[in-house]
């Protein structure tokens, strides 16, 4: 009976030695020097398109990269859970609509969690009045670049060092 346990564990560690050996998951890439942007998608069951999401990320960057935000920025899809003490701007978005002829309306629900608490800063919103015959590419480039805009404005009302 002992030479079966004692094979069992020369298995184990030897499994556990080559597994140590194999390239690092894609969580090891996470770090607490970046701030998280964590998209969710609240209006669909099936989640934002990929297409959708880079966009997301391109002008929400481009806002970022504008006013000269000085700690890196990684975009993830949500629910997403980072390093314990990385810091999370998480983007409920709450809709994308025209409610008013001639405007084109985003609204996200704005969350800062960090160091296993959260603040809510509220509903965020970005409106543009787009010209006649804009095409759907320029419209949404152009209302995901004002609500970085906006999420800039709001994250320095709320006076958060977070970079």
């Not at 194999?22 to 669909?44: G, N, Q, R």
């Not at 000085?70 to 993830?76: G, H, Q, R, S």
């Amino acid at each position: 009976m002992k030479p079966l346990r004692l094979l069992l564990l020369l298995a184990t560690l030897v499994g556990f030695a080559c597994a140590a050996d194999d390239e690092p998951t894609p969580a090891a890439s996470y770090d607490s020097e970046s701030l998280y942007i964590v998209l969710i998608d609240t209006l669909t069951a099936e989640g934002m398109s990929p297409d959708m999401f880079e966009r997301y990320e391109t002008q929400i960057r481009r806002a970022f990269e504008r006013q000269r935000w000085p700690t890196p920025l990684k975009f993830e899809r949500g629910p997403f859970e980072g390093p314990p003490d990385s810091v999370e701007l998480v983007l409920n978005i709450q809709g994308l609509n025209n409610d008013v002829p001639g405007e084109v309306r985003f609204r996200t629900w704005l969350t800062v969690v960090y160091d296993g608490g959260k603040q809510d800063l509220g509903l965020v919103t970005a409106t543009i009045r787009p010209q006649f015959g804009a095409r759907m590419d320029e419209l949404l480039d152009q209302i995901l670049f004002a609500a970085g805009e906006a999420i800039l404005e709001r994250l320095e009302e709320a006076n958060l060092a977070l970079n």
